[in-house]
């Protein structure tokens, strides 16, 4: 087989063989495929495209390159979530435990964060103690004994989409259907889990800006997953403002506790929280209706059952579960400042981008990948899209511990003096 008759069949349009596909991903992860070999042809693919049997040959080849978890020791569905990535978005901390609660095993693997969004992983360790790197072993103990597992990625998963991925960096192939799909779905079938609830953001604040190309990249990835057998939902959500209250890493950390414990129920973050967990409830098979699970959702966390789960959890992996009751434990910035309004009116648009960027340059946040993070650091919100805020009024608290980051850039924020209808968290499900 010749890389060059590949290249050139997906220059002209043509479709590739599961077996061209697995001769090339072996091959750029062994090293045997040159890179400019490699560059080539995901040019072509981001033109041309793949169809979904190519898009699962890709991705199954790119599951194949490295370690695989296997959880078939550990009873009941196993049932994983993946986010397309927003700011704020502490979601994955607040349903993890809630659907544990509910008796689906709850299995997640989570990423650290770079630019403007958080990792789920950076959140995770501003609990003293708590550890976020598990072997798969002890991966496997947390599931078993606490319902629930979630670390940073485990052994060597992947590597193919490595060496893939860092080519895709430098050759301006990332916005790619195909390509993001394998990626994605390549690390999600090697983690071992039965059943994925998909959130796909959509919006200012996310990598797909139009309900067009979430919708195209959802449907993918559903394709993808369901033509291996897996059970597979995804969730199109907006991300124009940031979600939630809190941007920064111990003060998502406690947003995530008050939604447990019941506070801001009324919110986008909790109310996307829970059809998230909902969606995993009925995946792995704990409740037949979206209302029953929907309501399973509610006693877990009404009835005390979700935030025992998250105690037990952070304890199990040695973290102080105290720090879930009292916030003094967690990393706290040693000052605050305020962002005042300009002007009075209702807010029509927060650019969660700019509030992401913001937050990463007070130290919350990587601007590369090897800087190291102030955990304590961060904002709080107090006026959000719809509201009405008077002038003079703080809408953003900055918690520092002096790097202020750069001033936020004209047009941040948008504020009118007519009333903005709320819109809704929800754009469509697939
Ligand atoms: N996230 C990934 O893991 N891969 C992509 O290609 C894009 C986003």
Redesign the pocket.
């Known amino acids: 087989m010749r890389m060059y008759d590949l290249i050139y069949t997906k220059k002209m349009g043509g479709k590739l063989t599961p077996e061209q596909i697995a001769f090339w991903v072996e091959g750029a992860a062994r090293g045997t495929v040159p890179d400019e070999q490699s560059a080539a042809l995901l040019m072509a693919i981001c033109w041309r495209g793949m169809d979904v049997e190519e898009t699962l040959a890709l991705t199954l080849g790119m599951r194949d390159s490295g370690d695989r978890v296997d959880l078939s020791s550990v009873p009941g569905v196993k049932v994983d979530k993946h986010s397309?990535?927003g700011v704020g978005d502490k979601t994955t901390l607040i349903l993890g435990p809630i659907v544990a609660a509910c008796g689906v095993p709850c299995a997640m693997f989570s990423?650290r964060g770079l630019g403007h969004t958080g990792g789920t992983v950076d959140k995770y360790m501003a609990v003293p103690g708590l550890k976020v790197e598990l072997s798969v072993e002890d991966f496997r103990k947390s599931l078993l004994e606490t319902g629930f597992a979630n670390s940073a990625q485990t052994g060597d998963i992947t590597p193919a989409?490595r060496k893939l991925?860092a080519l895709?960096d430098v050759t301006a192939t990332?916005e790619s259907i195909p390509?993001?799909t394998a990626?994605?779905m390549s690390?999600k079938l090697a983690g071992g889990s039965d059943a994925l609830v998909l959130d796909v953001k959509c919006g200012a604040g996310a990598?797909m800006k139009t309900l067009d190309d979430a919708r195209t990249l959802a449907q993918s990835m559903v394709a993808v997953g369901r033509a291996h057998g897996m059970n597979i939902k995804a969730l199109i959500t907006r991300m124009a403002e940031p979600l939630g209250r809190a941007i920064g890493n111990s003060l998502e950390v406690m947003e995530s506790v008050e939604i447990l414990k019941g506070l801001h129920g009324d919110s986008d973050l909790a109310k996307e929280s829970f059809r998230l967990a909902a969606e995993m409830l009925i995946l792995g098979g704990a409740a037949p209706t979206l209302a029953e699970a929907e309501q399973r959702v509610a006693q877990a966390v009404a009835s005390g059952k979700a935030m025992d789960t998250y105690r037990a959890w952070v304890a199990f992996n040695g973290g102080d579960a105290r720090a879930l009751d009292d916030f003094s434990l967690l990393p706290q910035a040693a000052h605050t400042q305020d962002i005042l309004a300009e002007e009075g009116g209702y807010i029509h648009a927060i650019d969660s981008r700019c509030l992401g960027i913001l937050a990463m340059e007070m130290g919350g946040g990587r601007a590369s990948k090897d800087d190291v993070l102030d955990l304590g650091v961060g904002l709080t919100i107090h006026r959000n899209v719809g509201d009405r805020v008077e002038r003079g009024e703080a809408i953003l608290t900055q918690h520092h511990n002096g790097k202020l980051g750069n001033p936020l850039p004209k047009g941040w924020i948008d504020i009118r003096p007519e009333p903005c209808p709320k819109a809704p968290w929800l754009l469509e499900t697939i």
């Open positions: 397309t990535g990423g989409d991925y895709r990332v390509l993001i990626s994605i690390k990598f």
